[in-house]
């Protein structure tokens, strides 16, 4: 709770400076009021004017929202359009054929443009060697790709066809790959040899090779490999090919199938409270829409940006906002293949000055770690390069700490650019709650006051508004077109998760706690279910636990997180084993092959900080593990609560010793 105390008093206020409002898309208070009342006024013809404005329709909607199957909302359903139509063939018709649609960054520091035409040729080559394979509209595409310019255009091929794309983090394990393949029931899994990240290469195809050792993937009948290094592969002829002799010969254009509003664009897995990712559906309008607009909104984009964001594809963040956003928007982009620290610390900072970047957007926990970085390598401190093409700077994933905030703004923002603290979800498509960088004051830590058309609120436990100041659960009152449609073959669980009935049933249920001050401005406090951050990225306890179980020593386990300054929070686990409590040597040894058993179960993000075995684990008389206390002891403190509902109080003492 010190965080938030901390948070909540902060009074640092940074209005926007006249020059940046002069140039806002959207510009001054009095224009956010008039959208924000719009939308609030007549929703369903605020949405249907900017989908009309913004988006170019094969067959224009007359329905705007359909609430008759709430919450399985559906927005613009009787409409048609192609989503890869609206982020390539516009701007060729545009006139923007030869602006510069990607720069693509190797790990090596060399780089690649591509163009809208050749991104167009590029995409529509792949779309009609997949279509040759038989692959059609409602197939479902596992993508798992290093970050690449043939992430971007198997993501858009796929749209082209109508597939149903689902792409897997390349830092996932081969079982987490198998799960997601088995249970979107994919027919089409596309890779590469291999990724390259701080001068190392790391397997991807071996991965799938392994997936599929583990059944479930029999209906794949093709995996597609893109050679990125030309390292050893094994070879399964006649289900693998590689990905230049699928687009070997095939002609640069191809049609762009149009599809209803709401079939689906994609799948993304996420992680939610119980053991099993769910597989968050997404539609194409909707999120389209949202993403085209956003971009517009909140990074303020104009025809001469150079935007970057650093997240990768395999997350929704790379989704929003570098498969489809900015394509949709026309923008200039860099991708990056590497990582923020190689080959120094001044990675991002020397490639913003190279490459010209004007908006930037990263997380957090990079922050942090180049904070950290600048100190120990002061010659790559962000001070050292010419940063003075950034106009706008973004910060995504977690809460970003005040310090790192005013950091951010200082070293990298030049005290110039506004920050914008982007509170959003894989579940709600776009930015929900942002500042906007011409309109909105900021405050250091606080993500500010929701985007017009998103109803945003903090309710207690029962659905009722809470009066400013007081924390509560953070919900999104109205629908909006990039929600999360459902839970891929799991309709009862999106009911359940998001449109619980003790709220009433019709607010989608973040799963944040928050609190709005005297100002009406968001704090996020973090999640208020069993879900982790870990540097930005989304974590079960359950799924951790599921994993260590597994392995033949664990009896039992117990997962929580611990802040951490790094990495926001760390992941601590607490086990018995089946055998004996170990101490000394044997317990760091028997630790260190649990971290790593988890890093295969499902992939190195996933690998506890610390595990600190026990006789038991903290119990209630009835059985149920108090992961409340487990959480104090994980910090280091003295439990105070009461533990006299406690089976076995003394369990605490034992735990609360590291190894
Ligand atoms: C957290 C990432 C505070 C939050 C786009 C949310 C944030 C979860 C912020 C979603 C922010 C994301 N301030 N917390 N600006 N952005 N979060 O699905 O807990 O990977 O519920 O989406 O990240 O993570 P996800």
Excluded at 120 to 145: C, T
Excluded at 227 to 256: K, Y
Excluded at 478 to 505: H, Q, V
Aim: with cysteine; proline share 6%; hydrophobic share 40%.
């Amino acid at each position: 709770m010190s965080t938030i105390d901390s948070v909540l008093t902060e009074n640092r206020v940074f209005p926007p400076a006249d020059a940046f409002v002069g140039q806002a898309n959207i510009s001054g208070r009095a224009a956010y009021d008039a959208m924000c009342a719009e939308a609030t006024n007549d929703p369903e013809n605020f949405w249907a004017r900017l989908a009309r404005e913004n988006l170019s329709w094969a067959t224009p909607f007359t329905r705007t929202l359909d609430e008759s199957q709430a919450p399985f909302y559906k927005w613009f359903d009787d409409g048609t359009l192609n989503v890869s139509w609206n982020c390539l063939d516009r701007h060729l018709e545009n006139g923007n054929a030869d602006k510069t649609a990607i720069i693509f960054e190797r790990d090596d520091g060399t780089s690649e443009r591509v163009t809208y035409r050749a991104l167009h040729a590029r995409v529509a080559q792949f779309a009609n060697g997949i279509a040759a394979l038989g692959y059609k509209k409602g197939d479902r595409a596992i993508i798992y790709l290093p970050m690449s310019i043939e992430a971007v255009v198997a993501m858009q091929a796929c749209a082209r066809l109508g597939v149903i794309h689902s792409v897997v983090f390349g830092g996932f394990s081969a079982k987490s790959l198998q799960e997601r393949i088995a249970d979107v029931g994919a027919t089409l899994v596309i890779t590469a040899d291999e990724q390259v990240r701080g001068g190392k290469t790391i397997p991807l195809k071996p991965a799938v090779d392994e997936a599929f050792s583990m059944g479930g993937c029999d209906a794949v009948t093709n995996v597609i490999v893109y050679r990125r290094t030309g390292g050893n592969v094994a070879w399964n002829e006649g289900r693998d090919r590689w990905m230049h002799d699928v687009t070997a010969g095939q002609p640069e254009t191809a049609p762009a199938v149009p599809v209803e509003a709401e079939h689906p664009l994609f799948i993304l897995y996420t992680s939610g409270s119980t053991g099993k990712p769910k597989g968050v559906q997404h539609a194409s309008a909707g999120f389209l829409l949202w993403a085209q607009l956003t971009v517009k909104w909140t990074f303020d984009l104009k025809p001469d940006d150079v935007f970057w964001c650093t997240a990768d594809v395999g997350w929704i963040t790379g989704h929003t906002y570098i498969a489809y956003g900015p394509l949709a928007a026309g923008a200039t982009q860099v991708i990056f293949e590497g990582v923020p620290t190689y080959p120094n610390a001044g990675r991002f900072w020397d490639m913003i000055a190279r490459h010209k970047v004007s908006i930037f957007y990263t997380a957090p926990t990079a922050i942090r770690s180049l904070i950290k970085a600048a100190d120990n390598q002061p010659d790559h401190h962000p001070d050292k390069y010419d940063l003075s093409s950034l106009r706008l700077i973004g910060s995504v994933g977690e809460p970003i700490n005040p310090e790192a905030w005013m950091w951010y703004y200082k070293n990298v923002g030049g005290e110039r650019c506004p920050i914008v603290d982007t509170w959003w979800q894989t579940e709600t498509g776009g930015h929900m709650i942002t500042p906007l960088p011409g309109v909105t004051p900021l405050k250091p830590g606080s993500c500010t006051l929701p985007l017009p058309g998103i109803a945003a609120a903090i309710v207690d436990e029962t659905g009722g508004d809470v009066e400013l100041g007081k924390g509560g659960f953070l919900v999104v009152k109205r629908p909006w077109p990039a929600m999360i449609r459902t839970i891929w073959g799991d309709p009862e669980r999106f009911k359940k998760s998001y449109y619980p009935e003790e709220l009433g049933g019709t607010y989608y249920l973040a799963g944040d706690g928050a609190n709005r001050d005297t100002d009406g401005y968001f704090w996020i406090m973090g999640r208020i279910d069993d879900v982790l951050n870990v540097s930005g990225h989304r974590l079960g306890t359950m799924e951790v636990e599921s994993a260590l179980v597994a392995h033949p020593l664990v009896a039992e386990a117990a997962v929580v997180g611990r802040p951490d300054d790094l990495t926001g929070e760390a992941v601590v686990a607490f086990v018995v084993l089946k055998q004996e409590r170990p101490d000394g040597e044997e317990a760091k040894a028997i630790a260190k092959t649990l971290r790593e058993w988890v890093g295969r179960e499902i992939g190195p993000i996933a690998k506890p900080k610390e595990i600190r075995f026990g006789d038991n684990l903290p119990k209630t008389r009835s059985g149920k593990i108090m992961r409340r206390l487990l959480r104090v002891v994980a910090k280091g403190e003295t439990v105070t609560q009461d533990v006299s509902t406690l089976e076995n109080p003394a369990i605490l003492d034992q735990l609360g010793k590291a190894l």
